[in-house]
T-cell receptor, first 116, second 113 residues
Framework: NAGVMQNPRHLVRRRGQEARLRCSPM?????VYWYRQLPEEGLKFMVY????????ESGMPKERFSAEFPKEGPSILRIQQVVRGDSAAYFC??????????????FGAGTRLSVL | SQKIEQNSEALNIQEGKTATLTCNYT??????LQWYRQDPGRGPVFLLL?????KEKRKERLKVTFDTTLKQSLFHITASQPADSATYLC????????????FGKGTRLSVIA
């Protein structure tokens, strides 16, 4: 049973370009969360999605950032017109729907975005 | 304002000793609290979950306590080993069932042989 898969592992972009981060949840998981981790900072929640629905985007910057989780395919976090301050590690986590385990989140290895 | 604090950024202990990490929170009423381990360049890995109506949970050499009056959780690693060296993250679950987690900054544990 493969874990949460994120790609790419490392992404380098120049200021003004777009960054697309992909996340495939664990098999059987229908809930996806995106977190951002800055150096020496804790993980900060960005957005929570289920298939074709954004449930909570309270942690997402209002501009330039968007997320989706289509019916088919991975979840995508998109950052348009990247700036140096977007440089961080972005982690995706998934959780199952079953009552017993739904509070546990399983994390991917992250995508490290560097903006030049 | 809401805050979650882990007692220290770094903790060094001798192999074989018990490591104790602290997580304090204010202005939260979490339904549960979780501990994760994170190694450099990797994602967090779930270790233990303790709910608001539980006082203590154990798993092998790990023990977690949860005091909702003190608003504190203690995380213990007994008979620590160099392989336990990592950053340990405390996370609150504000509500039950598929809710985003609120993380502390973590404590970097180094177990010295």
């Amino acid at each position: 049973n493969a874990g949460v898969m994120q790609n790419p592992r490392h992404l380098v972009r120049r200021r003004g370009q777009e960054a697309r981060l992909r996340c495939s949840p664990m098999k059987g998981h229908s809930h996806v969360y995106w977190y951002r981790q800055l150096p020496e900072e804790g993980l900060k929640f960005m957005v929570y999605l289920q298939k074709e629905n954004i449930i909570d985007e309270s942690g997402m910057p209002k501009e330039r950032f968007s997320a989706e989780f289509p019916k088919e395919g991975p979840s995508i976090l998109r950052i348009q017109q990247v700036v140096r301050g977007d440089s961080a590690a972005y982690f995706c986590a998934s959780s199952p729907r079953r009552d017993r385990d739904r509070d546990i989140q399983y994390f991917g290895a992250g995508t490290r975005l560097s903006v030049l | 304002s809401q805050k979650i604090e882990q007692n220290s950024e770094a903790l060094n202990i001798q192999e074989g000793k018990t490591a104790t990490l602290t997580c304090n929170y204010t202005n939260y009423s979490p339904a549960y609290l979780q501990w994760y381990r994170q190694d450099p360049g990797r994602g967090p890995v779930f270790l233990l979950l303790i709910r608001e109506n539980e006082k203590e949970k154990r798993k092998e050499r790990l023990k977690v306590t949860f005091d909702t009056t003190l608003k504190q959780s203690l995380f213990h690693i007994t008979a620590s080993q160099p392989a336990d060296s990592a950053t340990y993250l405390c996370a609150l679950g504000p509500g039950s069932g598929n809710t985003p987690l609120v993380f502390g900054k973590g404590t970097r544990l180094s177990v010295i042989a």
